[in-house]
């Protein structure tokens, strides 16, 4: 049968050897090394394929196994190709054991949002209407994801209009999937920080060399090979580090990526890991922006949730000293209480300065926005004060008795409920001292 099915293959597909082999493609980066790979699992996918047409053809079925293989049907607008995750559900389960695997997370979000992206105000199909690109990219919806997600261009950029020059100390934070087809030649997503200067649709993504601090990240849908390369050019379009490195990945469920600069400092995390600490990455009195590119060879790359914030939380000295401390950066699944687990950080530093201040009782409050009904949204600030609560309680050691919690829901907004990071800052969780 595989003997069939490769002399079929052989006389359909005979412009796929070819175009692997192109002189011209093989001088792209990562190509060579990558394109061997490629051709065999494209080989064997089409050995499988046509196998399986040859039973077809000759009447062997086994109607269990084509059941077990068949794909579900996406619904309408749903991107297809891509394994989602089931919907959360609205309870606290599995956050526990979240929290566990990132018990080593030391990111902690900024502590204002200034820039915010789920692209629920674009229509699905649509290009986002807040930003701008010179290849395209459309809105579209995920299997078994409550967000929208931005499909970037398969080649070219992409780039939020309302995000123009960032400060030299700032958080980023994004969700990340790709589609189960996406190869590991070219690149995967590629995040930008060029001079704002330079931040237009003629920044070249491939091959330039202006002032810059860039990431690759590079997954693959399955097995080991995922990698991410890192990449600075100075002032004087001198390449001062590129190297790559193994990348952990989680397929079919949002992978968080978080961004963390200091100064010259910048740290990126991929979910629970740590995969970059470049020390000397950008140069102090730049001016740098962000953008978002593709060269992919194949598949798909999806971007969502994107949040930008600035200022240190001074946990500390406000709730201590001042006696009340906000916090923006302990996330919840969507209209659920369960936190998500790069919370981590933002939660250690909290039982932490409980722990040095034995004597401190605290409240702890929940807030929403205003989407959904006023009721609905009361009873869920409320229990996610209880699951804030619960893990400082179970996972951190501190006496349950010392926390008491409440919801005010979306009755006290800290900004209007007009923009997506409006809403950002009303979701937010408040420690007062009592």
Known sequence: MKAIAALLLLLATGPLFAQTIDPKEAARDKVTDRTNNAIDRGIDRALDRAEQGLKKLFGKKDKNKEAA???AEPAPAVAAGVAGAAAAPAVAAGTAGALKAYSKFDFVAGEQVVAFEDFLQDAVGDFPARWNTNAGG???????????????????LVYPEFVQALPENFTMEFDMMISDDLSNNMSGLRVHFPLMAQRTLQFD???????????DLHPVPVGEGSTSHTWVFGAGQQKLLENTVPLAWKQGVPNRVSIWRQKTRVRLYVNEAKVWDLPRAFEPNLRYSMLLSADLFGGAVFFSN?????????????LISEGRFVTRGILFDVNADRIKPESYGVLKEIAAVLKDNAGV??????????DGEDARNLELSKRRAEAVKAALAGEFGIAAERLSTDGKGESQPAEPNTTPQGKANNRRVEFIRR
Do not use: C, M, Y
């Not at 993504?205 to 990431?215: D, K, L, R």
């Not at 009782?361 to 205003?370: K, L």
């Open 138 to 156: 459309e809105v579209v919806r995920i299997d078994g994801q409550p967000a929208p997600w931005l499909k970037l261009p398969g080649r070219g």
């Open 69 to 71: 293989q068949k794909p």
């Open 306 to 318: 994107l949040r930008i914030a600035v200022g240190a939380p001074d946990t500390r000295n406000k």
């Open 361 to 370: 009782q605290v409240q702890i409050v929940g807030h929403t926005d205003s």
């Open 205 to 215: 993504a491939n091959f330039g060399s202006e002032p810059q601090v860039g990431f």
